[in-house]
């Protein structure tokens, strides 16, 4: 038999990053708090004890239609607690993040800061 003298040219396939338990998934974000307006929401409460609704309401520059609706998604998740009180006859809303809101916004924002790492890692 004689002896091919031909080369095999293969393609190299392209790198795919190895997703590792250190490296996070963009889809595993908090989907809840990921929303801007809740967002928005949760983190000007991590920076007061509390907020009025019309405090928020001016802050986010939303309507109030959309912060109630924001707002009682993250209350039904206990992120933020919400007191009703008057003062006088007007009828006063005051807003607070909880432990669980305060816990759920620290592993979003780690988990955002380890796609930050993740991606800038990956474009070096």
């Known amino acids: 038999m004689a002896k091919s003298n031909a080369v095999r040219i293969t393609r ?4 795919r990053p190895v997703k590792t338990k250190a ?7 908090d989907r809840l708090i990921h929303e801007r307006v809740r ?7 991590a ?3 509390s907020l009025t609704f019309n405090e ?5 520059k939303t309507s109030d239609g959309n912060l109630s609706v924001h707002a009682r998604k993250l209350e039904d998740a206990e ?5 009703k009180s008057f003062a006088g006859r007007v009828p ?3 807003y607070r993040l909880t432990a669980l809101g ?8 780690d988990h955002m800061e380890a796609l930050i790492r993740a991606t800038r890692a990956a474009g070096r």
């Open 23 to 29: 490296q996070p998934a963009p889809g595993d974000l």
């Open 102 to 109: 305060r816990r759920a916004l620290e592993r979003y924002l």
């Open 56 to 60: 928020l309401k001016a802050l986010l």
């Open 79 to 83: 992120y933020i607690a919400c007191d």
């Open 47 to 49: 920076a007061r004890a």
């Open 39 to 45: 967002l928005a929401i949760v983190s000007a409460l």
């Open 92 to 94: 006063k809303t005051e």
């Open 12 to 15: 190299a396939e392209p790198e």
